[in-house]
Structures are given as structure tokens and as C-alpha cells.
């Protein structure tokens, strides 16, 4: 099976690698010096244009948003082979989605959406939890390509269903973060150290993954690595809220998460997305 990749991120190139372990992997970045170190170190076959991609049985992007998708849609559309599938495994936006498998149906390509979520360490490892979109025949196929990078592939509705639970996903991830930070600064100012505060919270019920895996290497080591950028999980966020706003329902709570992290983003427009907690302390004066 011929697998073009389009996107070697920070998590494009390591699933890339691991699908070469049982597919015949092409792959393509913007910066091509990417795409040739990814060939060299990995023994991926390296594509000289986007078109040749076209070829491929299978094409996998990994892309900032939807509209990065679209643009590479829009220059491979006339060349694809029919019976081709097109697995999206950005974290897109459903009603994009919805849109790109409409117009690939058209040219008898199937399209599922495939966001993932585990991050670079689960990327790292090939153990990632994948949710696709898409209908029984073209789920069976993308599990098939998936599976060398995944712990877990789970088919969770139709086109858009994937991108939606993802977007849901990283919407209740950053308000666990923003809840946690607030947490975390009260426990301060009450006079409780921060390391005693995580110890207990952490063994209680108002632990999350912000208190227990995120938080405590950031705010008592100092060590802020940018692994997913804030720009991206703002994104997320907001795609959620945006569905919550068709689907007409109340979400004070999501609403707010997207506002706050907007604000975050324009004050620090490079950062990684758990920086968001210095944004909280920041608006009452605080630094961890
Ligand atoms: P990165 O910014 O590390 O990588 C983005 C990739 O997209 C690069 O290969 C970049 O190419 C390419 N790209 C950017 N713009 C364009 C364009 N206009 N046309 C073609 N290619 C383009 O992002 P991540 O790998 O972190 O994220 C990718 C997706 O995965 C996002 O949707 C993100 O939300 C999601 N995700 C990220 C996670 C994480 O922990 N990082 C976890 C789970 C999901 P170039 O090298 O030229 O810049």
C-alpha cells in the first residue's frame, strides 16, 4: 500500500515513521528539507512534487487547520485515482470536513477525518488514540493504514464526528488547564506551597491531566517546552464553541474557555499551549 504523507510536524514526522513500518510511506513537506531528512532517516521515499502524491492509494495530511486541507485539496483534486482515501488527520473543523468528502465523493475518493490525541510523546511512541470519521467501509480501511501509530483507533460516527470529539476533547483539556492554574494560584495566596497543594490535589478528586502531567514539571521545575502550540489548541477551542453555537446550545463554560484563550493567544502568539496558565496568573499579577 502506497501512503502519501503530507505534513512532517512535530506530529507528522513521527507517525510518518511509523506507518513506514508496514506501509510504503511518500512523503511531502512545505520546507523540503524536512521532507528530505524525514527520507534519509527513516527510508521514506521522498516526493519531489505535491502532485506526485496524487498517485498514492492513501493520502494522509497533517496540517495546521481545515484550510491548510483544503489548499492541498485544491492542488491534488484533478489528479487523485479514484478508489484513492484521503484520511485527515489534522485536527479539522466537521463542517469543513463535511465539505472536502462531499467534493472528493465526487471523483469516487473516500475522505475520513482521523484527528488524534496522546500528543508528541504518543506520536513518539506509536501509541496514540485516533477517532475517525467516515462511513463502516472507509473506517475499516483507515484503521488498517493507522494501525502502526496507534493504540487505539476508534470509529466514532460519520464525516466531521471525528474533528468534532477532537475539538470537544481539546476544549475540556483547556479548561481543565485554566480551572487548575486558578487552583493552584488561590492555594498560593492562602499561604499552601504549591508542590503540598499538587501532592493533594492530585491524590483527590479535583485532579485532571493539567494537575497530574502537565502542570507540575512547568510550574515547580520551570521547564516550558513547546511541544503544541497555543495557536493550535486556541483553534480547537474555538472550533467547539463555534459547534456548540449551531447545535443552538448553552455553554457559559466553553464560551469563556475560547474567550480566555484568545486573549491568551494575542498576548503570547508563539507559545506552547500549557503557557495559557501563565496568561491566568498574570491577570492578578502572579509568575510561577
Ligand atoms: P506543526 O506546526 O509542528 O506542523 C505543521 C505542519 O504543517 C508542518 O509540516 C508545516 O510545514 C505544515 N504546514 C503549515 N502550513 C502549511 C501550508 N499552508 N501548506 C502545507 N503545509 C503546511 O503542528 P503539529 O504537528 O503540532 O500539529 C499538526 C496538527 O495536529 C494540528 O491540527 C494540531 O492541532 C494537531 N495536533 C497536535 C498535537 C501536538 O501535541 N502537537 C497533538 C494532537 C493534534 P512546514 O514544516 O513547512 O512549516
Known sequence: MRVA???LGA???PIARNLQREHQVLVWNRTVAVAERHAREHGTQLLSTLQEAAGADVIVTMVPTSHEVDELVEVLHSHLKPGSLW???TSGDPVMS???AERLAGLSVEFVDAPVT???PGAEKGTLTIMVGGTDEAFRRAEAILRPTASKVVHVGDVGAGHALKAINN???GANLWMAAEGLLLARRFG???PVALDVLNAGSGRSNATENLLPSRILEREWPLTFKLALHDKDVRIAA???HQKHLVSPMLALTSQMFTAALHDMPDADYVEVVKYAASMSSEEW
Open 5 to 7: 504523507f503530507l505534513g
Open 11 to 13: 506530529m507528522g514526522f
Open 87 to 89: 484520511i485527515d488527520a
Open 98 to 100: 463535511r465539505r472536502t
Open 118 to 120: 496522546g500528543g508528541a
Open 171 to 173: 476544549a475540556m483539556l
Open 192 to 194: 499552601i506551597a504549591l
Open 242 to 244: 463555534s459547534m456548540a
